[in-house]
């Protein structure tokens, strides 16, 4: 049996890119583990472990997307309990919170190619492993997020309610 433990930074911050939440993403590491302890005779050992876990988080991540599409979406007290009181002053915290409310306007299948793509440097070649997607999906994807990411930062796209700190 292989020691996860040696996985968990990269897990967590992938989790935590991938939800926007400490929380959830703490949720998001748990089922992934529990699913790969689950599944564990699955695993090739001629492949990454790392590769392979990643690949559970993904799956077990679009089923709670799927799972929460289902569900009635949260009311208007529970979105504003999440938001600060206070935003924060320093610009650094600001051109990041506007990064993270970015990433979150991505859809899930851009965000997630842009994340294991340029946060956990992986391959284009792993990241289409990973996602179980062609090669050229990871390409057009990838394009695709990094232009749009680029437009909401910059204020370009319709509906963008981003502000721009410099």
């Given at each position: 049996?292989?020691?996860?433990?040696?996985?968990?930074?990269?897990?967590?911050?992938?989790?935590?890119?991938?939800?926007?939440?400490?929380?959830?993403?703490?949720?998001?590491?748990?089922?992934?583990?529990?699913?790969?302890?689950?599944?564990?005779?699955?695993w090739r050992n001629s492949g990454r472990l790392e590769a392979?876990?990643?690949?559970?988080?993904?799956?077990?991540?679009?089923?709670?997307?799927?799972?929460?599409?289902?569900?009635?979406?949260?009311?208007?007290?529970?979105?504003?309990?999440?938001?600060p009181a206070v935003r924060p002053a320093q610009n650094d915290?600001?051109?990041?919170?506007?990064?993270?409310?970015?990433?979150?306007?991505?859809?899930?299948?851009?965000?997630?190619?842009?994340?294991?793509?340029?946060?956990?440097?992986?391959?284009?070649?792993?990241?289409?492993?990973?996602?179980?997607?062609?090669?050229?999906?990871?390409?057009s994807r990838l394009s695709r997020a990094r232009d749009r990411?680029?437009?909401?930062?910059?204020?370009?796209?319709?509906?963008?309610?981003?502000?721009?700190?410099?």
């Open positions: 049996m292989e020691d996860f433990s040696a996985h968990l930074p990269r897990l967590r911050r992938y989790a935590r890119a991938l939800t926007g939440d400490r929380f959830l993403a703490d949720d998001l590491v748990q089922d992934t583990l529990e699913r790969a302890l689950a599944k564990f005779a699955l392979w876990l990643l690949t559970v988080m993904h799956n077990v991540f679009a089923n709670q997307i799927r799972a929460r599409a289902a569900r009635p979406s949260m009311s208007e007290f529970d979105e504003l309990a999440q938001e915290r600001l051109d990041v919170a506007d990064l993270a409310t970015a990433l979150d306007r991505l859809p899930p299948e851009q965000r997630e190619v842009l994340l294991l793509v340029t946060l956990e440097e992986l391959s284009y070649e792993e990241t289409a492993r990973i996602l179980d997607i062609p090669l050229g999906t990871v390409m990411l680029r437009r909401l930062l910059d204020g370009d796209m319709p509906g963008a309610a981003l502000k721009v700190v410099k």
